[in-house]
């Protein structure tokens, strides 16, 4: 069967991120990053279990790591560094949603819908409902397997995810960034 240009991107990417992830345990990033003196052991390990943490569904994050993040926030770790990476590591769990929903559609062999066509309300829409999909949860995460089922355009929704995975990102780590530093300046 003859791939898509988008299937083909997406394979990209997500080969892309297990050559990260070999990479990584194969060259030990604790030891360089500490040989290096960048960042401490706690932060690259806290690094690595929040950008593995935001890459699940939402169904599946049934913990908080806010003591995690808080740690590393006052710890000196740069809070935009941070939004990046956890805007980053939203994205790429987004797009597995939508690589499961493309396998779904192919082991159904399409009897589970039709390819969504130019007035479906996702291509009608597509620029406000994947800037909530962050914001929603689990609904979110069924709207991405809905998304690749239905083989809705990656290239147009793909701005618009990263656009609401950084706002997301944002609307917590700057808040816990100046509860922190006024706790500082009581004492705390």
């Known amino acids: 069967m003859k ?5 083909w991107g997406i394979i990209g990417v997500l080969s892309i991120v297990l050559v990260a992830v070999v990479a990584i345990a194969y060259f030990d990033i604790y030891r360089f990053f500490s040989f290096v003196g960048l960042l401490s052991d706690f ?4 690094i690595l279990v929040s950008f593995g943490f ?12 806010g003591a995690i993040h808080t740690e590393l926030l006052q710890s000196g770790f740069d809070p935009t560094l941070f939004v990046v990476l956890t ?6 769990g987004q797009l597995i949603l939508y690589v499961v929903g493309m396998f779904i559609r192919k082991v159904s062999k399409g009897s589970i819908g039709n390819i ?5 309300f996702l291509h009608k829409y597509h620029f406000l409902v994947y800037l909530i999909i962050p914001f929603v949860g689990i609904i979110g995460d069924l709207a991405m397997i809905y998304s690749g089922h239905q083989r809705i355009n990656l290239i147009k ?3 618009f995810l990263i656009i ?9 780590i700057y808040p816990a960034v100046a509860q922190l530093e006024i706790s500082k ?4």
Not at 43 to 46: D, G, K
Not at 116 to 120: D, M, Q, S, T, V
Request: aromatic share 12%; hydrophobic share 50%.
């Open 54 to 65: 935001d890459m699940l569904p939402t169904i599946v994050q049934q913990f908080s790591l």
């Open 3 to 7: 791939r898509t240009t988008e299937e």
């Open 87 to 92: 805007a980053f590591a939203l994205l790429i």
């Open 185 to 188: 300046l009581f004492g705390g």
């Open 157 to 159: 929704i793909v701005p």
């Open 116 to 120: 969504a066509g130019k007035n479906h």
């Open 164 to 172: 609401g995975d950084f706002i997301s990102a944002s609307r917590w």
């Open 43 to 46: 932060q690259i390990f806290a």
